[in-house]
């Protein structure tokens, strides 16, 4: 009986458990089948059919006349082999061949040629003339199942180092690493194509099934603001002023089209080659490049990347002096011609301290605003700024767009660097109203001088105008972007016609054009707090009496015999440049 009552509860147990496993099953089976479904699905379709991207060509960037192409894709080839697919007996000798042709270690490519995987990069964006011997090797051998070559795309700049740090580059896989390349990256990187093959469990490529193929869809082009004559130009003579005074950390050039915020040209020098832009542009750090740490590296290159007219902020020094004449025309509480409006006797004491001219040692005495500005007289400015005050002027700072970047469409842009109005007392005041003690970009400078220029209407400073639609053809104008008025018609002219004199009699004589009315400010100042170095720079407008070109020079730390002073260093290249664009424009 016993034997007979085990024997019951042995059967019993079992099919307890075998109906547990069957619920299991079937529940298991009904998750995968209903829920699950989907994902394996997708899975199986992935493991059935390889894939290999075809690289969009990115589009063209075009100066501002629409026909100079500053950067195109050209097409090129890419090599992959698939493993699998490739006999143990033709491993060695197709990773030799590949080694060989494409100039790569061969015991790196053979690891690569006998894994179990169906898709290894062997060489990227090459030339056809070496694909091309590897397909007439590919022909003598009969070995052509394992071994592709694909269309591919490579970034060309025909003019190498023009406009550098505006154009920018882009990386290994095709995206915009600075620049307009990065900016503009969704605009210009268009849809890769791809080429599908159905495989079998192993990975390998079933017999009589033939490749898929999708084509890719080149990206947008871009037409610029910058003038390639210009730009050219600007970076002539803005590399001719850092060698002849040994200008230490570079300098920067920008000319704006006031009328519409078009950047006609942007510059810094030292400039570096867009189709070698991991090649260190500095002979001396060229030479021990070899020895240097991968940290070192980077931070130098991130430094030839720079572009200084929009990532650095800087001292404007006496070119500053233009929005405190500004905001005293526009409130009413200077005249510009009134004789002997002001005195200067050497130095002005604020608030227990006292603050001297530049040209302490003889002062400037008598004088009328417009000589003040002339004579870049520091006293007569300060005072002015007391009178201003300190609410007063912030409100001018912050509608000529110097509390807030610009947002012209580069990547990087910096902001400036104020104390926060409720800390501004009369000092700080007067030390601001002639251009010192704070820090501004060069961009925010030349968008201050172009609302000037633009009748006292801010204008949104920009590199590129026009888009075409690769797919149409349709061109999508960008509109300028004009914001508040800024001061009045009347201030603004006021203010040009001072800048004239400036030029004409005053520190800026070096600038000027002969036949053309030229207006002008030159500014120094120092290059941070008892660094010893120095920044000189001109502001210019051109012609004054229908403003079409605004300039900015900056030179950085200049220790040549010709001293630091922005009559002396910068005036003059801002004279070489504007004549050569006045001649080209035939203004």
Known sequence: MNRNLDSKKKIIFILVIVNLLWIILCVRVGIIQFIEG????????????????????????YDASGRIVLAQSSSVESVTVSPVNISKENKEKVAKVLADIFELDYEKILKRVNKNTSIENIA??????????????????????????????????????????????????????????????????????????????????????????????????????????????????????????????????????????????????????????????????RDIWGELEGIQKSTYLQAMWRNKAIQDTYEPGSTFKLVTASAALEEGIAEIDKPGAYNCSGSIEIAGRRIKCWRYYRPHGSQSLREALMNS???????????????????????????????????????????????????????????????????????????????????????????????????????????????????????????????????????RVEGYNIGGKTGTSEDGVNTGKYVTSFIGVAPTDEPKLTILITLYNPTGEGGHQGGGVAAPVAGNILKEIINYLEL
């Open 124 to 285: 990227k964006r090459v030339d056809k003339d070496k694909t091309n011997k590897l397909r007439k090797w590919m022909e003598e051998n009969e070995i052509f199942s394992g071994i592709n070559i694909d269309e591919d795309t490579k970034r060309y700049y025909p003019y190498s180092t023009l406009a550098s740090h505006v154009i920018g580059f882009i990386g290994s896989e095709n995206q915009g690493l600075d620049g307009i390349e990065a900016k503009y990256n969704d605009v210009l990187i268009g849809e890769n194509g791809s080429i599908n093959r159905v495989l079998d469990a192993k990975g390998k490529q079933i017999e009589n099934t033939s490749e898929s193929f999708e084509d890719s869809v080149k990206g947008n082009d871009i037409i610029l603001t910058i003038d390639m004559n210009i730009q050219a130009i600007v970076e002539k003579y803005l590399e001719e002023a850092c060698i002849d005074n040994v200008c230490t950390d570079g300098g920067n050039v920008i000319v704006m089209d006031p009328r519409n915020g078009d950047i006609l040209a942007m510059a810094t020098y030292p400039y570096y080659d867009l189709n070698q832009p991991y090649q260190i542009n500095n002979e001396e750090l």
């Open 38 to 61: 989907q994902k394996w699905s997708e899975k199986s379709e992935k493991q059935r059919n390889s894939g290999r991207s075809v690289v969009a060509n990115r589009g063209t960037i």
């Open 377 to 511: 007289c520091n006293p007569v400015f300060i005072g002015l700024g007391q009178k201003v005050g300190a609410s007063k002027y912030y409100e001018y700072l912050k509608k000529f767009g110097f509390l807030e970047k610009t947002g012209i469409d580069l990547v990087g842009e910096a902001g400036s660097i104020f104390l926060k109005e409720e800390k501004v007392g009369p000092v700080e005041l007067a030390t601001i109203s002639f251009g010192q003690r704070f820090e501004v970009t060069p961009i925010q400078m030349i968008t201050m001088i172009s609302t000037i220029a633009n009748k006292g209407l801010y204008v949104k400073p920009r590199v590129v105008k026009t888009i075409i639609d690769s797919k149409t053809g349709e061109k999508n104008e960008i509109k300028p972007v004009y914001k508040n008025q800024v001061i009045s018609n009347k201030t603004a002219e006021e203010v040009l016609s001072m800048m004239t004199s400036v030029v004409s009699e005053g520190t800026g004589k070096n600038a």
